[in-house]
């Protein structure tokens, strides 16, 4: 027999867990308003804390072995030197397999500064790496076998209506060259790699200044901001600033200090950024905004930064991931005797050696899942609606009691 509809809602009616009573028979009490309105409050300070705890990304860090090959590291900086003049200024870099980039300048960008430390030239300086290697001038110390350059010989008298033609001295690039000026005979002596020291003995140099040197900038107190990026190779290696220029000859790495005549010069410099690789949220670099000033008692110094490479991978919470870097660095500075009396492996400036540790970091964002949200949001409302009612019901009845009491009905 099928059931009527009235009959179907009466067994309906059986499963309700939640039995109504009719409004005549609530009793609404001041205490219980008072329950309310601080069940309430801590329903919203709870939901806000949860929704807060849901928004925010979390970062879970994880510790692997990095099996990488065959990467290049990008190494980002951004460095000052106060008392030398970007004429005077080469950056150099060197790893573990032998790759050596003489005067590295085809990603780097020179800033001329006055003694104030304010630009001179907005214009930055850049200089491929093969013009650069054609245009350095050499000259070696005492330490080293000398390079030879031809002394320059008495010019022979013109006769009149002849075409002016002075010699080059063996700087020329083809036989017959003149080298009229001194500017035409200075930039023959920096193409062949010969120190210009000794122009002011020649004709056309006599009696006038030299230039091109960068003394007469250091006697000025002109200062450098070098900024740019290096591709290095996944090796233990270096990447200096030094003093003077320099060129490869043969197995020899030489440089040309010849402006600094008192054997004297400051490294005092700031490290404004140094990077290795991409940044990434919450990314520190321990060396940015670093100022290391030397006064006189650091005549010529060696100040080295030694810095541990740690290959990091972050994994933003869309997907997306950055193979980039962290690191970690001490310092040290040595000081050295005069720039004539120097040995193999004790050249002036600045350096940063740096390795690169086995392991690697895993960063990956993380945030709750709407599920486990939704879930806490119903314990906070069924838990300080339960605990409400426990309350209001201690405080109803422990109430009525006291009004039996005070009547006299106990």
Same mark, same amino acid.
């Not at 027999?1 to 009466?10: C, I, L």
């Not at 790759?99 to 005067?103: G, I, K, R, S, Y």
């Not at 780097?108 to 006055?114: E, F, G, Q, T, V």
């Not at 140094?274 to 940044?279: A, N, R």
């Given at each position: 027999?099928?059931?009527?509809?009235?009959?179907?809602?009466?067994m309906l009616?059986?499963?309700?867990f939640?039995?109504k009573l009719?409004?005549?028979?609530?009793?609404?009490?001041?205490s219980g308003?008072?329950?309310?309105?601080?069940?309430a409050?801590?329903?919203f300070v709870?939901?806000?804390?949860?929704l807060?705890?849901?928004?925010t990304?979390?970062?879970?860090?994880?510790?692997?072995v990095d099996?990488?090959?065959?990467?290049?590291?990008?190494?980002?900086?951004d460095?000052?030197v106060?008392?030398?003049?970007?004429?005077? &200024?080469?950056?150099?870099?060197?790893?573990s397999?032998g790759?050596?980039?003489?005067?590295v300048l085809h990603h780097?960008?020179?800033?001329?500064?006055?003694s104030?430390g304010e630009?001179?030239?907005?214009?930055?300086e850049k200089?491929e790496?093969?013009q !650069?290697?054609?245009t350095?001038?050499?000259?070696?110390?005492?330490s080293?076998?000398? &390079?030879?350059?031809?002394?320059?010989?008495p010019?022979?008298?013109?006769?009149?209506g002849?075409?002016?033609c002075?010699?080059?001295?063996?700087?020329a690039k /083809?036989?017959?060259?003149?080298?009229n000026?001194?500017?035409?005979?200075?930039?023959?002596?920096?193409?062949?790699?010969w120190?210009?020291?000794?122009l002011g003995?020649?004709p056309q140099c006599?009696?006038k200044?030299i230039?091109g040197?960068g003394?007469?900038?250091l006697?000025?107190g002109e200062g450098?901001?070098?900024?740019?990026?290096?591709?290095?190779?996944k090796?233990?290696?270096? @990447?200096h600033?030094?003093p003077?220029? !320099?060129?490869?000859?043969?197995?020899?790495h030489?440089?040309?200090m010849?402006?600094?005549?008192?054997?004297?010069?400051?490294?005092s410099? !700031?490290v404004?950024s140094?990077?290795?690789?991409?940044?990434y949220?919450g990314s520190?670099n321990?060396?940015d905004?670093?100022?290391?000033? @030397?006064g006189?008692e650091?005549?010529?110094g060696m100040?080295? /930064?030694?810095?541990?490479?740690?290959p990091?991978? /972050?994994?933003?919470?869309?997907g997306n991931?950055?193979?980039t870097?962290?690191f970690?660095?001490?310092?040290?500075?040595r000081?050295?005797?005069?720039?004539?009396s120097?040995?193999?492996g004790?050249?002036?400036g600045?350096f940063?050696h740096?390795?690169?540790?086995p392991?690697?970091?895993?960063i !990956?964002?993380?945030?709750?899942?709407?599920?486990?949200?939704?879930?806490?949001?119903c314990?906070?409302?069924?838990?300080?609606?339960t605990v409400?009612g426990?309350i209001?019901?201690m405080v /109803?009845?422990?109430?009525?009691?006291m009004?039996?009491?005070?009547l006299g009905?106990f």
């Open positions: 027999e099928v059931a009527s509809p009235a009959g179907r809602k009466a009616n059986q499963f309700d939640f039995p009719h409004d005549e028979l609530k009793v609404k009490t001041l308003g008072a329950v309310s309105i601080v069940s409050f801590c329903i709870l939901f806000v804390s949860e807060s705890i849901y928004l990304v979390k970062k879970t860090d994880h510790v692997l099996k990488s090959r065959d990467v290049e590291v990008l190494i980002n900086f460095i000052t106060h008392r030398l003049p970007c004429k005077l &200024v080469s950056i150099d870099a060197k790893d397999f790759q050596h980039q003489t005067n780097i960008h020179k800033y001329r500064l006055d104030a630009y001179v030239d907005e214009s930055p200089i790496l093969k !650069t290697l054609a350095e001038e050499l000259t070696q110390l005492d080293i076998p000398k &390079v030879q350059t031809p002394a320059p010989t010019q022979p008298t013109e006769a009149p002849e075409k002016k002075l010699d080059c001295f063996g700087a /083809y036989p017959g060259a003149c080298c000026t001194c500017e035409e005979l200075r930039q023959a002596y920096m193409n062949r790699g120190s210009t020291q000794t003995n020649t006599k009696g200044p230039g040197d003394a007469d900038l006697a000025k450098c901001r070098i900024s740019g990026y290096l591709n290095v190779s090796v233990q290696g270096y @990447f600033l030094s003077g220029k !320099t060129k490869q000859m043969n197995t020899l030489i440089y040309d010849g402006a600094f005549t008192d054997g004297k010069f400051n490294i410099h !700031t404004h140094l990077s290795f690789g991409k940044q949220p520190h321990p060396l905004n670093t100022t290391k000033s @030397f006189e650091v005549t010529i100040f080295q /930064y030694y810095i541990k490479v740690v990091t991978r /972050y994994n933003h919470l869309n991931t950055v193979e870097n962290q970690s660095v001490t310092d040290h500075l000081i050295l005797p005069s720039i004539r120097l040995k193999p004790s050249l002036p600045v940063v740096y390795d690169f540790s392991m690697r970091v895993e !990956t964002e993380s945030r709750q899942p709407l599920a486990h949200f939704l879930t806490q949001l314990a906070i409302l069924g838990g300080v609606f409400s426990i209001d019901q /109803y009845q422990s109430m009525k009691q009004k039996k009491v005070s009905k």
